[in-house]
């Protein structure tokens, strides 16, 4: 049976947990996780994405195998049943102090994590910050030269496992304290002000034309997007709800850094 194949079987049969085939060919997945040489979702080149249900059946699956064990680093004790990612050196990663990732989690050459969290799944591409206390969730895919700001909550998601999960493309710039979940798509190049809050239902709005164009799931490539709120009529009375407003384009420049702060001086956006 290929690896599929078996991760397929032992999915829909968790009796065969015990056997070591099963065992080994879960390991195999979070291993090649772990290297990059699987993804859980990836890039075609149409420009759209193909999630791999069957490895996150692999990652779900890597849970019940492993067994609850204590990790002392230094004077710091954890105590849980993932292996913390090692060798950073070797991967040529920087890692600052209390950034911790865990094994099955692929973080390319030239990442830089400041105190941050990258959790079992995820890919984290080259050239990539991941700042102060942002956390990447489980099978997250962040793409290269990414800015993710302090405080960033990019989602996680395993169950369910029809859920695709979240992206964000290259050079991409997320804003401080911006959350990002249930499988929403942020496009290249794309600027998230300071706490813009996107999940699948929420409504994203070009106000940059004459009449406002909606949308859910996806900000478009080089968006600038700040938070914004609509009103929405509910029995008990008329409230604000959030939203999330495209309100330009980042600029087409050889140097993203420019572009990136041009962007933003132009919106006047906080990040």
């Keep these: 049976m290929t690896l599929q194949k078996i991760i397929e079987t032992v999915w829909d049969n968790r009796n065969l947990l015990s056997e070591q085939q099963y065992i080994s060919a879960i390991e195999q997945v979070i291993e090649q996780l772990d290297k990059g040489l699987l993804r859980v979702a990836q890039p075609l080149e149409d420009g759209s994405w193909q999630v791999n249900e069957w490895v996150k059946k692999a990652v779900v699956l890597y849970f ?70 942002a956390t990447v969730g489980s099978c997250a895919q962040i793409g290269k030269d990414v800015h993710l700001s302090g405080g960033v909550g990019i989602g996680g998601v395993l169950e369910p496992l029809q859920a695709a999960p979240v992206i964000i493309e290259d050079g991409a710039f997320i804003g401080s304290r911006c959350i990002v979940v249930e499988g929403v798509r942020v496009s290249k190049q794309a600027v998230l ?23 859910t799931g ?31 384009k980042r600029k087409a ?19």
């Excluded at 680093?73 to 990663?93: C, I, Q, R, S, W």
């Excluded at 420049?253 to 990040?271: G, M, P």
Aim: glycine share 8%.
């Design 218 to 248: 996806i900000i478009p490539e080089r968006a600038v997007v700040i938070p914004g709120s609509y009103t929405k009529h509910f029995e008990a009375g008329d409230y604000q709800v959030p939203c999330a407003l495209i309100i330009g």
């Design 64 to 133: 019940p195998i492993r067994h609850m064990q204590t990790i002392e680093v230094g004077p710091f004790e954890f105590h849980d049943k993932m292996a913390l990612k090692t060798n950073y050196k070797e991967l040529g990663v920087r890692v600052v102090p209390h950034a911790v990732a865990r094994y099955g989690a692929f973080i390319a050459p030239g990442v830089i994590m400041m105190p941050s969290y990258i959790n079992i799944g995820a890919y984290v591409d080259g050239g990539t910050m991941v700042d102060t206390w």
């Design 193 to 215: 002000g300071a706490n813009v809050v996107l999940t699948k239902s929420t409504k994203i709005i070009d106000v940059t034309g004459p009449k406002p164009i909606e949308m």
């Design 253 to 271: 420049s050889t140097d993203l850094k420019t572009s990136l702060n041009e962007a933003l001086r132009e919106h006047n956006v906080a990040v």
